[in-house]
């Protein structure tokens, strides 16, 4: 069965740069979640869109800012980065039939140096 | 607090036997609840989801809630040293965001 892509896996920028990652949901998933991970810490919750509408916001930083596209792909938009961004960043996608479940994407792993 | 708690760990059991972990929430309106396996370096993935007060059952997982005690516990039975890894509880409210706890490190040795 197809799964959550996430692209770019692995990132490293410099402070102050910024950067683009990239998530395309299940197919005929209309919700799309965004979660960050730092080392050792669970997941927390950035932002989420359904139906391309943000639908919910977390703690995001204002430095951040994210969309959902027609295709239902959705981007983060990372600028002026921060050593303290460095963590894995996940997107998960739910709908259909297990509207409640939400499937998570392998991540992208964002190192700022 | 935070709003998930889980049970302290690591936790360690024999090859075989069963691995009970456990999690507490604080938001009553709390109304989906799941339990996720995290390889190190990986992506949740989920194993369980639960709804309703009881228990539910999939193949080696059984779920239990209990929403009048805020708390939901996850029974693998016949663990496999291939169980190890990290447990996440999650809830959501209506909104769908995940509220994960800080994790349940379970080993099984041989």
């Known amino acids: 069965a197809a799964g959550v892509i996430q692209s770019p896996r692995h990132l490293i920028k410099e402070k102050r740069e910024t950067a683009t990652l990239k998530c395309y949901p299940i197919?005929?998933?209309?919700?799309v979640y965004w979660y960050q991970q730092g080392p050792g810490q669970d997941p927390q919750f950035l932002i989420s869109f359904y139906e391309k509408m943000q639908s919910d916001k977390g703690s995001i930083p204002d430095r951040f800012s994210a969309q959902q596209f027609s295709d239902y792909h959705s981007e983060l938009n990372m600028s002026s980065l921060e050593l303290g961004d460095s963590a894995l960043y996940f997107c998960?996608?739910?709908?259909?039939?297990?509207?409640?479940?939400?499937?998570f994407g392998p991540g992208t792993r964002l190192t700022v140096l | 607090q935070k709003e998930v708690e889980q049970n302290s760990g690591p936790l360690s059991v024999p090859e075989g036997a069963i691995a009970s972990l456990n999690c507490t929430y604080s938001d009553r309106g709390s109304q989906s609840f799941f339990w996720y396996r995290q390889y190190s370096g990986k992506s949740p993935e989920l194993i369980m989801s639960?709804?309703?007060?009881g228990d539910k059952e999939d193949g080696r997982f059984t779920a239990q809630l209990n929403k009048a005690s805020q708390y939901v516990s996850l029974l693998i039975r016949d663990s496999q040293p291939s169980d190890s890894a990290t447990y996440l509880c999650?809830?959501?409210?209506?909104?769908?965001?995940?509220?994960f706890g800080q994790g349940t490190i379970l080993t099984v040795h041989p």
């Open positions: 197919p005929r998933h209309d919700t």
């Open positions: 999650a809830v959501t409210t209506s909104y769908g965001k995940l509220t």
């Open positions: 639960i709804y309703s007060n």
């Open positions: 998960a996608s739910s709908g259909g039939e297990t509207y409640n479940e939400q499937f």
